[in-house]
């Protein structure tokens, strides 16, 4: 059977180009970055040229990356890490400010941190998706340290007003963090014109493989690790590199950058023609999220009295791979706390289903994938 693949927010396929250049760092160039003989020194020029190229999309320094396995590690140390400088240097300072719409590797960071004494506030968004300023703005005290607010929510597609909200932040002498895993590659990120000073990103979102992602910060921003060990990525991130996922993410972003016009296009072309032949068929379906400022490739729908589940395992039995709500919480029955959050009641939430397109995609996927839905649902 045909395999048609609607899941590109949950993880996408390793483009041949990038397969094809991390290859070699599996079996023929295995050797230790930080040994000093010639092996391990061309480890380590093949994960300073992908230093590079992650920082070029991002518009940034090569110093101002460092290697993690994830993007939630990549939050993980963002908010811990800042946190834990705070307590490192005695500031007095312990508010951090995020959004009741975030991935659950902040959400749930936040909460260990409230554990451990910290204040967290939890803004709220409008049934967009979208944080008011002013909600922001309010919630700011004189232990305010960092704002953390994701660049584009991984459900519903919702891009923020992300150069509004660092200024926010810096005006108050705040650093500002953002989760851009379902951004980066899918849309420009200047953290430089957006005034980002942390951004965290995933391999595995953007045609790379599993297990490597990266994070961002602004040189002159101190942060503790969390993990113990040895002096990798600047003493910050203890481990022996992955390198071959290091040159795949590379690669990844080098192609990303160059292709982002006509990839964005495609990728818009196949969101909009999904939605209107979604309404044309099913009038009274609910569409989440802005249909202006959402990622190029999501879509969020609920069918009203549809339960997500059962539909997911009949799209599978014709081959379509989608899914009702984020990756990370797929296996939890709860309706997304996103859709919560920007108030869709429940029984509508238990519906819901999130397409999200990608390079390997057509046209005529996206038919086949409405003519099934049709078929499925009215049955």
Known sequence: MDIKYFDNAATTKVKDEVFREMLPYLRLEYGNPSSVYSLGR????????SRRRVASILNCDSSEIYFTSCGSESDNLALKGLAY??????????????SKIEHPAILNS??????????????????????????????????????SIMFANNEIGTIQKIEEISSIAHKNNIIFHTDAVQAVGNVPIDVKKLGIDMLSLSGHKLYAPKGIGALYVKNGIEFERFLDGGSQEKGKRSGTENIAGVVALGKACEIAQKNLP??????????????SKIQEKFPDVVI??????????????????????????????????ASGRSACSSANSIPSHVLAAIGVPSDIAKGALRITFGDFNTIEDVDFLVRNLERIVKK
């Open 42 to 49: 061309t480890a380590k020029r093949a994960m300073e040229i």
């Open 85 to 98: 400088m705070q307590k490192y240097k005695k500031t007095g300072k312990n508010h951090i400010i995020t």
């Open 110 to 147: 936040a909460r260990t941190l409230e554990k451990q004494g910290f204040k967290v506030t939890y803004v709220p968004v409008d049934n967009k998706g979208f944080i008011s300023l002013n909600s922001i703005e309010n919630a700011i005290t004189n232990e305010t340290f960092l704002i």
């Open 262 to 275: 006509q990839y964005m296009e495609k990728l818009k072309t196949f969101r909009d023609y999904f939605f």
């Open 288 to 321: 989440n999220g802005s249909l202006e400022n959402r990622l190029p490739g999501n879509c969020n729908i609920c069918f009203k009295n549809i339960e997500s589940g059962e539909l997911l395992l009949k799209l599978d039995e014709v081959g379509i791979c």
